[in-house]
């Protein structure tokens, strides 16, 4: 096997994008509102879940996506745990599919992010419903949702770059 | 020859399970710590080191990044001013006119409350001291709604401490460190706040749910709230003082009442956090659990008389003296009763200060006739 073929450094897929999403989400956390709108707060790092996903199996991404879910729930204030278990799930969600989904069309790779954030989400949904006992504001949820579904020509993106560099996971 | 370059390194299957295996202990890492988060008890010592160092080293980086964002909102806040003048002159000029009356109604008010107050030898609450600081981070997403504030221990901050922007309540202080607080936002998920309506003093329990407008809950009562009743806290609980302004009700698109929040109209940059100590904060648990020292033998008749009206017990029971918490018990250096709880020194310098003499209940000498 060729070493173009093996020459999918960490650092470059994982360890880069990690730290743009980590920058970006304490972006999008400063205090800020104009004309009285305030700024979205979309999902960062599960366009990350997304794309590792689909570009191969890893043994590192599932622990940069735990420690980017510690991230989040540090910085904005929720539950320990939380945002990883709904980063994984989604991260697994695409991992089960991969197989099924990869090289599908534009739009239908747009629906299946789609999906697996809707699958991140329900389960931060359903962990927060069940420890608070109150159902979330569903039209908040679907502002984040959308919020993050836009997101999907940066995972796209991603995908595109990286998803030839290892042959024995096309 | 590396592993790599062996004909090992071509194998598919084992990375795929080695990468199946790797998400299952990470997913089982996250569970474990969200299972053992107690973020929802409010309590300080559940606000861990973790979320201490976070906050302390987020505060900074958070500052330092929302300073472009506040220049271009104070530079928007000018081209509005300057485009805007003429009609905003005219409204505050209204407003103005108004405010003159309310003035005068006020002073009468207060003259009649002042004697009130003296009549009925009422003990009012002392003026809260506060603190002013910058809020550097805001999360707004539905399942988290808290907000970073650039002050901490060092200015008397403490865990329950409500928090007001200029026009209303914000929320309450949930963690404290050197530097930093966190604000647990009126409209969070895990947010009750109990309020009361201003019209019909109708309580009920503000409940967030990660929208831009809080539930009313638990309301009692033949039509409680009414559309555009204005809302206060109830001071219920001893959480928050009584009477700061929470919003105005509404009926949400699901019947349901809300509020629409007072503290949404203005600016989020700045924030006061009101220094004021809930009940939790100003017992003492500990002495509270203590078991009172029964009276020496030689105490006074008053107590000893009911022991010796009551029969003797057959067989020999232990005295409570005997327990260890009782034993542990500071006892009374004197003849005199042991003071209640409430009475010991250090729950009394842990309270506020006293009301001015004016508030202080009158002599008999000084009664009114009433």
């Known amino acids: 096997m060729s070493a173009s073929a093996r020459g999918l450094d960490?650092?470059?897929?994982?360890?880069?994008?990690?730290?743009?999403?980590?920058?970006?989400?304490?972006?999008?956390?400063?205090?800020?509102?104009?004309?009285?709108?305030?700024?979205?707060?979309?999902?960062?790092?599960?366009?990350?879940?997304?794309?590792?996903?689909?570009?191969?199996?890893?043994?590192?991404?599932?622990?940069?996506?735990?420690l980017m879910g510690l991230y989040l729930d540090l910085l904005w204030g929720s539950r320990l745990g939380?945002?990883?278990?709904?980063?994984?799930?989604?991260?697994?969600?695409?991992?089960?599919t991969r197989a099924m989904m990869a090289g599908q069309s534009k739009p239908m790779m747009w629906a299946w992010y789609g999906a697996a954030l809707a699958v991140g989400m329900g389960t931060v949904f359903l962990c927060v419903m069940l420890q608070v006992n109150e159902t979330p504001n569903l039209i908040a949820v679907a502002w984040q949702y959308l919020a993050t579904i836009v997101l999907y020509p940066f995972a796209g993106r991603l995908i595109d770059r990286f998803e030839d560099a290892d042959v024995r996971f096309r | 020859m590396s592993l790599r370059d062996s004909s090992i390194g071509d194998l598919k299957v084992p990375l795929t399970w080695a990468a199946a295996v790797a998400l299952v202990v990470a997913i089982l890492v996250a569970i474990t710590l969200l299972l053992t988060d107690r973020r929802e008890t409010f309590r300080s010592e559940a606000y861990g080191v973790t979320r201490q160092v976070t906050d302390r080293v987020a505060a900074p980086v958070g500052g330092v990044l929302a300073t472009p964002g506040r220049w271009v909102g104070q530079g928007v806040a000018s081209v509005r001013g300057y485009f805007f003048a003429v009609a905003e002159n005219r409204q505050l000029k209204a407003e103005l006119k108004e405010a003159y009356q309310w003035r005068d109604v006020a002073i009468a008010l207060r003259d009649t409350n002042d004697r009130y107050k003296?009549?009925?030898?009422?003990?009012?609450?002392?003026?809260?001291?506060?603190?002013?600081?910058r809020v550097v981070t805001d999360s707004r997403g539905p399942f988290a709604n808290s907000r970073l504030a650039n002050a901490g221990k060092e200015k008397g901050v403490k865990d329950g401490n409500p928090v007001m922007s200029e026009n209303g309540l914000v929320g309450r202080v949930i963690g404290v460190t050197t530097g930093a607080s966190r604000i647990l936002l009126l409209t969070d998920i895990a947010s009750r706040v109990p309020v009361m309506i201003d019209r019909t003093n109708a309580r009920a329990i503000l409940t967030g749910d990660g929208g831009p407008n809080p539930q009313l809950g638990y309301l009692r009562g033949q039509d409680p709230v009414k559309e555009g009743d204005r809302i206060l806290t109830s001071g219920d609980g001893g959480l928050m003082p009584r009477g700061l302004p929470v919003g105005t009700a509404t009926q949400g698109l699901d019947g349901r009442w809300r509020v629409e929040l007072a503290s949404d109209s203005a600016p989020i940059d700045y924030v006061r956090i009101l220094l004021f100590q809930d009940f939790a904060q100003l017992v003492n648990e500990a002495e509270l659990n203590q078991m009172t020292a029964p009276p020496p033998a030689g105490g006074p008749p008053v107590l000893a008389a009911p022991a010796a009206t009551t029969p003797a017990p057959t067989t020999a029971t232990p005295k409570p003296a005997a327990k260890p918490s009782a034993a542990a018990a500071p006892k009374p250096t004197g003849p005199t009763a042991p003071k209640p709880p409430s009475a010991t020194p250090s729950q009394a310098a842990a309270r506020p200060p006293p009301p001015p003499a004016a508030a202080q209940p009158p002599t008999p000498a000084e009664d009114p006739p009433l």
């Open chain 1, 10 to 66: 960490p650092w470059s897929w994982l360890g880069w994008p990690l730290l743009v999403a980590v920058g970006l989400t304490t972006v999008f956390a400063i205090p800020m509102r104009l004309w009285g709108l305030r700024l979205p707060e979309p999902v960062f790092p599960l366009m990350l879940a997304y794309a590792w996903a689909v570009i191969r199996p890893s043994m590192l991404a599932p622990f940069g996506l735990l």
């Open chain 1, 82 to 96: 939380l945002w990883a278990v709904g980063l994984l799930v989604a991260y697994g969600f695409v991992l089960g």
């Open chain 2, 118 to 133: 003296t009549l009925l030898g009422l003990r009012t609450d002392p003026p809260i001291p506060m603190v002013a600081a």
